[in-house]
């Protein structure tokens, strides 16, 4: 049983705990998430992992090219059109290509036909605001040969005839008003030289040129012009504008790409026939333009895995910092303290025991 | 929601008609990226191909297409393997695929299976076209039904089921979610609303404040109390158990000083709380309303960790309001994704059984079509509403 006078130290030591300013050890947090991840980008290293990352490499590189739809109609275009040609001239071609062309050739179109809507979308909703001129207008150029693409799509399912569309624009007399204006002016109809200058007006047919150009040809050209604008764009921004070695690299490849592209459609509307010729250079265009964009696919990436890392890393650096901080601030403190808190109840326990000591003797006495 | 949430600050649209804008935009997402006009092509042959089921009156023009729109598809079928391959075995933000912890169980089985079925496709493909032949194994059917094609029709619809279940468990996660966000903007709602009216001087407001306050004081005054108890308790204890070793602290355990330090601060956050309620008593007993939705809205904006924002409260709100619209939206997302599988699995058990059975009536016909067109149109819809509902990924 305790005396009332060490009762009152008891609420007097409460009263001090409670005043004093301990603090327990915070709870140790685990990283597990943090070291999972950085096993997980790390788990194979040296030769191995080089090795690995070959195919991962190589089936990445497929999956950008699968899912972009310029680059498979491009591809599948030129592989129709001029690989498979130049393969069948070399006499080594097997015989199921024959049985994968059409259905080649059937999807390359579909996939063509619906590229006006990303020159709509282009122009529209001004993307390209900042770009220069000569890429708008070598876009604008691609738009007119895209609109004849999905225009000659749509012709197959037999939706319109394009040769009568054409021969009816053709056939047109828009000025067929004049010859009609001038005799009924009072003065002017006197005068026969006149009237014969208004009759052959009249009979002018100012798109005949549509009836004598296939629209095939209109599509290629024009796209030879927007390929010609776009390397022109190319040589300008290796020649002048690029800065690093990046930039230097892109604007080589498009560069190439671009002309390669000009010469193969150049080739063609000339009527070049030689197969090696149109083939090798095809296979030189696909691989520049497949080169090209995987190039920019790759900077990007290299770009936005680098923010994350930064981003990472700053979190990190600001959490450590935060919890340094902390604990710097927060350790010391309650370890001191706590030592101190123990010693002090120990001496107050001692201060205690010695009162209770005197107090039994001076009883006994 | 009520008006005064400012979430979701509208983008400035290129043209003066958004629709058109968007429509566009949509257009020439379908123009550059394969999934999104794979799926266009399918529900387009597929809506063809279910009217020309339904009536005879559709054109040879319209077949012609459909047609065509069909061996696109299939031609972007055998690409796909390469997108789910590289999916698989590239790391994702520095993550691998089956390191992934997010990616649960189903998922992984969804994506392996997907990425069988779209190989299988591929050899197909080579199979049609002459390039692979499988010889006898290519020859075995059940029924009317071959093999080759069981397989590969019966991992898409794996695939699908297992898709359906992994949506199904986030759906059940997003709507926990939603429940707590929505109950958190509740929150956040009333509390702005008190502030004004405190601001105001409303009495109703007070006096439920001041009631509030009052109560808290006797509970934690109670809770006070009890702890100082249990810290006498624990101090006696120790004594004792300092006393047994001779008073040698290093010999008693530190997790007696532990809990007697932990009480304190608990007493000590106790008492904390009661001079703010007793401070904020005294303010509305002095009438100074401005100080006290001061003081609320200070104490509010720590919690938000919204101080560094111009509006804090405001901003606290829209967060709020703004991820409880992500919730929404990834639900939406997912019930579409569940409803599109199911769609898929229906097709393809049917399809495979009648093909199998021989039995291809013109009801089986318009119900396989159908049900493919409803898959098909949840997948189509889906695509464009994540592109303008949820966060571009990195």
């Known amino acids: 049983m305790s005396s009332p006078s060490s009762s009152v130290q008891q609420v007097s030591r409460i009263e001090k705990i409670e005043t004093s300013n301990i603090q327990g050890p915070s709870n140790k947090q685990e990283n597990a998430d943090k070291t999972w991840r950085g096993r997980s980008v790390s788990f194979l290293t040296g030769a191995k992992a080089k090795i690995c990352s070959i195919p991962r490499a190589i089936v990445k590189s497929l999956s950008y090219v699968a899912e972009d739809i310029c680059q498979v109609a491009s591809i599948g275009r030129k592989l129709n059109a001029h690989v498979l040609d130049l393969w069948e001239g070399a006499g080594k071609i097997p015989g199921y290509f024959s049985k994968f062309r059409p259905p080649l050739r059937t999807a390359v179109g579909a996939l063509d036909a619906i590229q006006i809507a990303g020159d709509l979308d282009y122009f529209v909703n001004r993307h390209g605001r900042e770009d220069p001129v000569s890429v708008r207008a070598g876009r604008a150029a691609i738009l007119v040969a895209d609109v004849g693409s999905m225009a000659m799509w749509f012709e197959q399912f037999g939706f319109y005839n394009l040769g009568k569309i054409a021969s009816k624009v053709g056939e047109a007399r828009i000025f067929s008003f004049v010859p009609k204006l001038t005799a009924s002016i009072p003065v002017i109809k006197n005068y026969a030289s006149i009237q014969r200058v208004a009759a052959s007006i009249g009979q002018l047919r100012v798109f005949s040129l549509v009836a004598k150009l296939t629209l095939h040809v209109v599509a290629v050209s024009a796209l030879m012009v927007g390929y010609a604008f776009l390397g022109a764009e190319a040589i300008y921004r290796l020649l002048v504008k690029a800065k690093d070695r990046c930039d230097k690299i892109v604007a080589g490849l498009d560069a190439s790409h671009y002309v390669t592209e000009l010469a193969l459609g150049t080739m063609v509307l000339c009527g070049v026939t030689c197969v090696a010729t149109l083939g090798a250079t095809a296979i030189a265009a696909i691989v520049l333009g497949v080169s090209s964009y995987l190039y920019k696919r790759k900077i990007d990436d290299d770009k936005k895995e680098k923010e994350r890392l930064e981003k990472e890393q700053a979190n990190k650096v600001a959490e450590k910092l935060k919890t340094e901080q902390q604990s710097n601030d927060a350790q010391c403190l309650k370890e001191v303290q706590l030592v101190e808190e123990a010693q002090k109840l120990a001496d107050q326990f001692k201060q205690e025991q010695q009162l209770m000591e005197t107090q039994k003797l001076k009883e006994a006495v | ?394």
């Open chain 2, 1 to 394: 929601m009520s008006a005064i949430n400012t979430a979701n600050t509208p983008k400035t649209p290129t043209l003066h008609v958004p629709a058109v804008s968007h429509v566009l935009d949509g257009s020439g997402l379908i123009a550059t990226k394969i999934e999104p006009y794979y799926r266009t092509a399918k529900v387009t042959y597929r809506i063809i191909d279910f009217v020309a089921a339904i009536t005879s009156a559709v054109s040879s023009t319209f077949l012609k297409l459909s047609a065509e729109l069909r061996a696109t598809t299939d031609f972007i079928e055998c690409t796909r393997f390469f997108s789910v391959a590289s999916e698989l075995i590239n790391p994702k933000d520095g993550v691998y695929f089956f390191q992934n912890k997010k990616n649960l169980i189903q998922k992984r089985i969804e994506k392996v299976t997907l990425a069988c079925h779209s190989a299988l496709k591929m050899v197909g493909a080579g199979i049609k076209y002459g390039f692979i032949d499988l010889g006898k194994i290519a020859v075995y059917s059940i029924g009317q039904l071959p093999v080759f094609k069981l397989v590969t029709d019966g991992f898409y619809a794996v695939s699908s089921f297992f898709a359906a279940w992994d949506a199904r468990i986030k759906i059940k996660k997003y709507n926990s979610s939603i429940n707590h966000s929505e109950k958190q903007i509740a929150t956040w709602e009333r509390f702005y609303e008190q502030v004004v009216l405190v601001q105001l001087g409303e009495e109703t407001e007070l006096q439920s404040l001041k009631d509030k306050y009052t109560a808290s004081i006797q509970k934690r005054s109670a809770i006070v109390d009890l702890k100082g108890k249990l810290l006498e308790k624990l101090t006696s204890e120790h004594d004792l158990a300092l006393a047994k070793a001779k008073g040698n602290v290093a010999a008693v355990p530190k997790k007696k000083v532990q809990q007697i330090t932990d009480l304190k601060a608990d007493i000590q956050k106790c008492k904390a709380r009661m001079e703010l309620c007793k401070g904020r008593l005294e303010k509305i007993d002095a009438k100074d309303y401005f100080g006290l939705a001061e003081d609320l809205k200070s104490h509010a904006i720590k919690t938000a960790k919204s101080s560094d924002q111009p509006e804090p409260l405001q901003y606290a709100v829209d967060s709020k309001v703004k991820k409880w619209q992500l919730i929404k939206a990834n639900l939406c997302s997912s019930w579409m994704k569940v409803a599109s599988a199911v769609c898929k699995v229906a097709v393809i058990t049917i399809a495979l059984t009648f093909t199998a059975i021989n039995l291809w009536t013109l009801p089986c016909l318009l119900t396989v079509v159908s049900l493919g067109l409803l898959g098909d149109s949840f997948s189509f819809v889906r695509v464009f509403y994540d592109r303008y509902n949820l966060p571009k990924e990195a």
